[in-house]
Nanobody, 124 residues
Framework: QVQVVESGGGPVQAGGSLRLSCTVS????????MGWFRQAPGKEREFVASITRLGINMYYADSVKGRFTISRDNAKNTVYLQMNSLKPEDTAVYYC?????????????????WGQGTQVTVSS
C-alpha cells in the first residue's frame, strides 16, 4: 500500500515563499512519478507541476512557471514544491500524487495515489 503525505502549507503574505514536502511510503516509492495539484474553493483541481521518477524532467502549469520549482530526493522518498513570489490566486489546498505512468502527467486521472492535501493561504 502506497501512502502519500503532504506538509508545509500555511499562511503567507503575497510575495513570500513556502516549501511543500511530500513523503511517499510503501512499496518501491522511488518507482513513482510525482505531481502537485491544487484546488481553490469552488474550482476544479488543477495541475501545478510534475517530476519524473529520476527527477530528470519537470513540467509546470503556465500559471506557476518561473515561480515554483518541483524537485525530489529519492534517498528520502520526498518530493518538494518550492513556491516563490506567491500571489493571492495561489491560495488553495495543494495535493501531492503518485503514479507509475510516464510523461508530463498533468491530468488528474493519470495518478493512482493521493495525499490528503495541505492548505496554502496567500494574503494580499
Amino acid at each position: 500500500q502506497v501512502q502519500v503525505v503532504e506538509s508545509g502549507g500555511g499562511p503567507v503574505q503575497a510575495g513570500g515563499s513556502l516549501r511543500l514536502s511530500c513523503t511517499v511510503s510503501g512499496r518501491t516509492p522511488n518507482s513513482y512519478a510525482m505531481g502537485w495539484f491544487r484546488q481553490a474553493p469552488g474550482k476544479e483541481r488543477e495541475f501545478v507541476a510534475s517530476i519524473t521518477r529520476l527527477g530528470i524532467n519537470m513540467y509546470y502549469a503556465d500559471s506557476v512557471k518561473g515561480r515554483f520549482t518541483i524537485s525530489r530526493d529519492n534517498a528520502k522518498n520526498t518530493v518538494y514544491l518550492q513556491m516563490n513570489s506567491l500571489k493571492p490566486e495561489d491560495t488553495a489546498v495543494y495535493y501531492c500524487a503518485a503514479t507509475l505512468k510516464n510523461g508530463r502527467l498533468s491530468v488528474r486521472n493519470e495518478y493512482d495515489y493521493w495525499g490528503q492535501g495541505t492548505q496554502v493561504t496567500v494574503s494580499s
